[in-house]
C-alpha cells in the first residue's frame, strides 16, 4: 500500500494539529496501522497504532492522552490528533503499515510500508 501523509506545520505550545495518512489500494481495511516520529539527532520512535477494523489502538506513554489515532476504512485515510503539543512532540512524523490480522505492533521493524514524513515543529 501507498502512503501520503499531511497535516504537518508550526504550532506553538499547547496547540494542536491533525495529522492525516491517505493510503491507496483497495485492501486498507486489511491493514493495521501506525505513526511513528523521529526527532533531529534521535532514532524513529512509535507514537500509536490502530487495529485493521479500528476496535484497539496503542499509544507511547509519552503521547497518551494527548494524542488520538483513528481510521475512517471507507476513505482509505488514518488520522492522528494532536493535542497540548508540546516542544518535545517536534518531529517528522511518518504513517506506517503492515497486512496482519492480529496484533497492533508497536516496533517499526514489524511494519512493512512507508510514507513520506511530515514535519511536526512546536515552539516554545
Known amino acids: 500500500v501507498q502512503l501520503q501523509a499531511s497535516g504537518g506545520g508550526l504550532v506553538q505550545t499547547g496547540g494542536s494539529l491533525r495529522l492525516s495518512c491517505a493510503a491507496s489500494g483497495r485492501t486498507f481495511s486489511s491493514y493495521v496501522m501506525g505513526w511513528f516520529r523521529q526527532a533531529p539527532g534521535k532514532e524513529r520512535e512509535f507514537v500509536s497504532a490502530i487495529s485493521r477494523a479500528g476496535f484497539t489502538t496503542t499509544y507511547a506513554d509519552s503521547v497518551e492522552g494527548r494524542l488520538t489515532i483513528s481510521r475512517n476504512n471507507a476513505n482509505n485515510m488514518v488520522s492522528l490528533q494532536m493535542n497540548s503539543l508540546k516542544p518535545e512532540d517536534t518531529a517528522v512524523y511518518y504513517c506506517?503499515?503492515?497486512?496482519?490480522?492480529?496484533?497492533?505492533?508497536?516496533?517499526?521493524?514489524?511494519?512493512?510500508?512507508w510514507g513520506h514524513g511530515t514535519l511536526v515543529t512546536v515552539s516554545s
Open positions: 506506517a503499515a503492515v497486512l496482519r490480522r492480529l496484533g497492533v505492533p508497536r516496533t517499526d521493524d514489524e511494519y512493512t510500508d
